[in-house]
Nanobody, 121 residues
Framework: QVQFVESGGGLVQPGGSLRLSCAAS????????IGWFRQAPGKEREGVSC???????IYADSVKGRFTISRDNAKNTVYLQMNSLKPEDTAVYYC???????????????WGQGTQVTVSS
């Protein structure tokens, strides 16, 4: 069974950093495009970032310059390094198989349960 497990969330002050991990099981990430998404109460799901099988990276305008997506195929894991966090970054973050372009980060069939990120003083 395909499964994603997100981890690394927590409570952080504005300006702080977190590193999220997305560990996959049931398949390998090598040839998959993986996106990070977030959803806050009362808001639509937002595509945050995406990394392609060839290593290409896409970021939402709201996180450019602050977040960095990476992958370690040997560990079957995708990461999201989040720096300079803002209260508006507060959301549940999850990863998913995706199709990505400069205009859209689209979720496909598989995703995890998410990890809570709270940015507050």
């Amino acid at each position: 069974q395909v499964q994603f497990v997100e981890s690394g969330g927590g409570l952080v002050q504005p300006g702080g950093s977190l590193r999220l991990s997305c560990a996959a099981s049931g398949f390998t990430l090598d040839y998959n495009t993986i996106g990070w998404f977030r959803q806050a109460p009362g808001k639509e799901r937002e595509g945050v970032s995406c990394i392609g099988s060839s290593g290409g990276r896409i970021y939402a305008d709201s996180v450019k310059g602050r977040f960095t997506i990476s992958r370690d195929n040997a560990k079957n894991t995708v990461y999201l390094q989040m720096n300079s966090l803002k209260p508006e970054d507060t959301a549940v973050y999850y990863c998913a198989t995706s199709i990505c372009s400069q205009y859209e980060i689209r979720r496909l069939n598989y995703w995890g349960q998410g990890t809570q990120v709270t940015v507050s003083s």
